[in-house]
């Protein structure tokens, strides 16, 4: 057989003129065709406009992190085209909502709700049903357990069988647990739930259904899909559009852009049936029994290459039927080679079809993205980006169906896509995050949850590499939030300067009105050049970074490096902080860092307290000031600040937290100028410290005490939240320890006392002796001979010990 053994030369774009080049930026990126770096040239004559396609969701569930490490990674890139290097990009997504996952998910569901339909409560027939559901799953997917495991014996035969597994360790026990035991571990959770449902005697039909769902969804599918009709798309479609809108409403939330052109499979069948059959009439496929399959051999002997981004696995069989689906489990004899794929599925019993000249049927998983990239976006493109585990078989798959299509021969074919950016998975402990397996947190969840918030998950995004794996850690948390407390900190630094400087003493907001009204009168002494050299550097070398394949993580270094030299410095001009934030406020907004970017704004959003706190805390924090600093005098005007509490009557609301909190201040200062010796200067500063450490705490404000300068009310930060947390974990360390320690010597002091229990005067009448003086010392041993003198000293010291242990005893007992 005639098989290219060598991986075509990729063909570079060029630009047409002299004129475009020198425009164009020296980005290169990463381009899995290549394994390589290599120069980015858009295909535009003018280098200008960009066309991108980008492998979409397969809509059947909620999308989870791994998901937004995909899909914001390519936000990332794609806004650093657009508003960076300002290119005009058209980027394509398709939704995939037809596939054998899909298909059996939507089908299952709404075969379950229409069985369901049909009983109101959990009688006989419902758990018969169920417990046959049960044993069919064991036997398909976990057969280890035997389908006759009965309910009430399913948690002690689980530990038995599979107790390591659930423990952390692999099935084998011979390396770190993979995807095989997520799986084992999917399967034992739905069994487990069915099992509990079924040992209730008493339970709700809705809590029921609930619980036993993972085993009933399958079974009731082999049992009623005879029913579903292929034509009935809305059966199916009514699940994929549930979950598209919940798919973008997530990506809305982690501030992704919304695509310039979506495409569905659903809506592409019939010029999916021509793209097909244009490959067909080229004389690269052919049909078996109604589905379409692709000819690699013959594709490879006209000249073409197939496995371009990965040839080492185009034998893999695992790839191979992961990606074929359902016709996976077909016997292959009919191939002409075995790394044929399918065009077009026959459809079977229970999926939708459409019509073609094959007979009824529906599009293989890979045909879908060349039908709509070649329909929106022609013959040749910019990019195509996906997870790194599309790259085989589906984008390889792709490539030589897209060249098949366009080219009557591989030698006349031309490069379809000239650039493949693969983006790295996102790992929970050690195994890809995935839909099949449901070891995911999904987006919503993570979010409402409050374990990410969408800049912090983006940061953490962007200080990894977009091609690398990424496995979250408790390290690699605890960067991203340093990396984020530290431009919150200068964001509110430098807020707080031009707020120091606006007229008449009013605060701006965090919204520039012009650099001409801040201050440059200050002697800075060269800090104004450094700092001016500093940004330029960091200017430099940030473009640098981007311009190597999109490097986030040196681009955020130079982000961090700044603010560093900017700290750094005692004194610096106000224009000098006004020019760096705005750059650094470019930058991060560009980056996506803050979907409530307002233009002209200094920073991003976050750094303030709620506006409807700010007519309560502005005046406290004043008032606080201003106690403060006559406290630390010494000399406290109660009078002029007893005419200044107009507040200390306020009737507390539940809805007014932040009144509340400025009137329990006040009455606290009341209290203390009611005092008749008057308050000392440490209980007018306790209450100061008490409502920055107690009550606004408890809001989420925090009052940062400056020298020289009034108290900076910002929210309170993830480290100082973290400080506290670590001495509040100490203290209640310390405590245990030393109740630890307490209870222990207890229960030495407990054992002493029940050792005195025993009279000294019958610690010895065992049979070890014969004889005894009066008071119950032992004379003879059990053989009548009289006790060594050495012995005998012994054996005093014993019963000396335990005359006292005993006398102590009975003090103890009040005899």
């Known amino acids: 057989m005639a098989t290219a053994t060598v991986q075509p030369e990729w063909r570079a774009p060029q630009a047409p003129d002299a004129r475009v080049r020198e425009r164009l930026p020296r980005l290169s990126v990463y381009n899995s065709l290549t394994r ?80 369901l339909a049909e009983y109101t409560t959990v009688d006989q027939d419902v758990r018969d049903v169920a417990t046959e559901a049960f044993g069919a799953y064991l036997e398909k997917n976990l057969p280890l357990l035997g389908a006759d495991v009965k309910p009430a014996a399913y948690d002690e035969r689980t530990n038995e069988v599979y107790g390591h597994v659930l423990q952390g360790e692999s099935v084998d026990r011979q390396g770190p647990p993979g995807d095989r035991e997520a799986k084992i571990k999917m399967h034992l959770k739905a069994a487990a739930s069915a099992a509990e449902a079924l040992r209730f005697t008493h339970i709700a039909m809705g809590e029921f259904a609930a619980k036993a769902s993972g085993v009933l969804l399958p079974y009731i599918d082999q049992l009623e899909k005879n029913t579903i009709t292929g034509k009935d798309h809305n059966m199916f479609t009514k699940l994929t559009k549930q979950y598209e809108q919940r798919f973008f409403d997530d990506m809305a939330s982690l501030n992704v852009r919304y695509p ?9 069948g019939p010029q999916i049936v021509d793209y097909v059959k244009q490959i067909q009439d080229n004389g690269y496929a052919y049909e078996n029994e109604g589905s379409v399959y692709y000819d690699t051999h013959a594709w490879e002997s006209s000249g073409g290459v197939y496995a371009r981004l990965e040839p080492w696995n185009r034998n893999d069989k695992e790839l191979q039927q992961d990606g074929e689906g359902s016709l996976s489990t077909k016997k292959a004899g009919f191939k002409r080679s075995g790394a044929d794929f399918a065009l077009w599925k026959a459809s079977k019993e229970g999926e939708p ?41 589906h984008h390889d798959n792709e490539l030589a169906q897209s060249e098949a299509y366009w080219a009557k021969s591989g030698k006349e074919s031309e490069q379809w896509v000239n650039y493949f950016l693969h983006m790295g998975h996102l790992s929970i402990q050690g195994s890809k995050m995935s839909k099949s ?22 940061i953490v995004f962007l200080l990894g590499a977009w091609r690398d794996g990424l496995e979250i850690t408790g390290e690699v948390v605890k960067a991203g939030k340093a990396w984020e ?7 509110v630094k430098v807020r707080d300067i031009q707020d120091r400087n606006a007229p008449h003493g009013q605060y701006l907001n965090g919204v520039t009105d012009g650099i001409s009204q801040l201050t440059t009168g200050l002697d800075n002494n060269g800090t104004e050049a450094i700092l001016d050299e ?32 900017y700290n750094s410095e005692k004194k610096v001009p106000n224009t000098t902080s006004l020019l760096i934030a705005q750059w650094v406020t470019d930058m ?26 700010k007519p309560f805390i502005r005046p406290l924090s004043e008032l606080r000031d201003r106690i403060r600093e006559q406290a630390k005098a010494g000399a406290i005007d109660t009078a002029a600040l007893g005419s200044q509490l107009s507040d200390k009557d306020t009737i ?109 005067l019958e610690m010895f009448r065992t049979s070890e002796y014969v004889e005894w003086d009066a008071e119950g010392f032992p004379l003879r041993d059990a053989e009548g001979k009289e006790l060594a003198k050495s012995r005998g000293k012994k054996l005093r010291k014993d019963y000396e010990r335990q005359r006292k242990a005993h006398e102590g005893w009975l003090a103890a007992q009040g005899a």
């Open 588 to 613: 991060v907004v560009m980056f996506g860092l803050d979907p409530l970017y307002k233009p002209g704004q200094t920073g991003w959003s976050g750094l303030d307290i709620p506006d409807r706190a």
């Open 437 to 458: 397996l449901k070891n995911f947190t999904t987006i919503r969840e993570a979010l409402a949850k409050g374990d990410w918030t969408p800049r912090g998950l983006r």
């Open 260 to 268: 310039d052109k979506l495409t569905r499979v659903t809506e592409y």
């Open 36 to 115: 390589s770096k290599t120069p980015f040239v858009p295909r535009d004559v003018e280098g200008v406009a960009v066309g991108w396609y980008a492998c979409g969701p397969t809509v059947y569930d909620d999308a989870h992190l791994g998901h937004a490490r995909n899909y914001v990674s390519t936000d990332i890139i794609r806004r650093i085209l657009t508003d960076y290097f300002k290119f005009r990009v058209t980027f394509v997504m398709n939704i995939t909502d037809v596939d054998d996952k899909i298909i059996l998910a939507a089908r299952q569901q709404y075969l379950l709700s229409q069985w």
């Open 353 to 393: 079809s459409w019509s073609s000249p094959w007979g009824e049927g529906r599009p293989g998983w890979h045909i879908e993205c060349s039908a709509m990239a070649s329909d929106v976006l022609g013959k040749q493109f910019d990019i195509h980006s996906g997870g790194i585990d599309l790259a085989f078989p």
């Open 534 to 565: 500093a940004l330029e550097e960091a200017e430099t070398k940030f473009h640098a970074a981007l311009c190597d394949s999109f490097d986030t993580p040196a681009a955020m270094r130079v982000l961090s490096d700044l603010i560093t030299a």
């Open 485 to 491: 407390e530290k431009l919150d900190n200068f964001f």
């Open 652 to 760: 507390y609301a539940s809805t007014q937290p932040y009144a509340n909190a400025y009137a329990e201040f006040q009455r606290r200062l009341a209290g203390l100028i009611a005092q008749p010796s008057g308050a000392t200067s440490g209980e007018w500063l306790a209450v100061c410290d008490w409502v920055r450490d107690c009550t606004l705490w408890d809001l989420g404000i925090y009052l940062e005490d400056r020298e020289g300068l009034p108290a900076l009310v910002r929210p309170l930060s993830w480290s100082l939240r973290e400080e506290r947390a670590g001495r509040e974990r100490g203290v209640a360390a310390k405590a245990a320890a030393k109740a630890k320690a307490k209870e222990e010597a207890a229960a030495v002091e407990q054992g002493k006392m029940d050792k005195g229990k025993l009279s000294h």
